[in-house]
Every structure is written in structure tokens, then in C-alpha cells.
């Protein structure tokens, strides 16, 4: 997936033209990214692909105030 359009300092370590897997954007987004990375996200990927990623994320608990926020703001 293209990382361009999304806040740099979700992926600063990639570069900036970098395809990354597709889950691992949602997570890092979700984790990391501002509210505008997150509408970015949804315009991208859609609400299903999110919320796929999100019931299947391995150590969760860590960002779960940020998982809540996204169903309930984001995609609710």
C-alpha cells in the first residue's frame, strides 16, 4: 500500500515512496496517526479492511483507547 498522503512520522523509518503491507498501515495508523490519517485511512482502505485488521491484531490491549476511538468516531 502507498504510504504518501500519511503524516511522515507514522513511517519515518520507511521510505517515502515505500509499498508497505496493507494491515501493517492500518495498525500503524491506527497507533500512531492523527485524526486526518485516520479519514485518509478510511478513504483509502474502507471501514471493512479496517475493522478486519482490528479484530485480528495480535497485542491489541496496548492501543486499545485508540482502536475504540477509531470504531466509534472514525467508523462509527
Known amino acids: 500500500m502507498d504510504i504518501k498522503g500519511f503524516s511522515p512520522h507514522i513511517f519515518w523509518s520507511y521510505n517515502k515512496s515505500a509499498d508497505l503491507n496493507t494491515s501493517m498501515v492500518i495498525k500503524q ?4 496517526g492523527e485524526i486526518k490519517d485516520m479519514l485518509l485511512l478510511v ?3 474502507g471501514k471493512t479492511s479496517i475493522l478486519d485488521v482490528i479484530e485480528n491484531w495480535q497485542g491489541r490491549e496496548k492501543y486499545e483507547k485508540h482502536i475504540n ?3 466509534k468516531v472514525i467508523l462509527g
Do not use: T, Y
Open 29 to 32: 495508523v491506527i497507533a500512531f
Open 43 to 45: 478513504k483509502k482502505v
Open 69 to 71: 476511538f477509531v470504531e
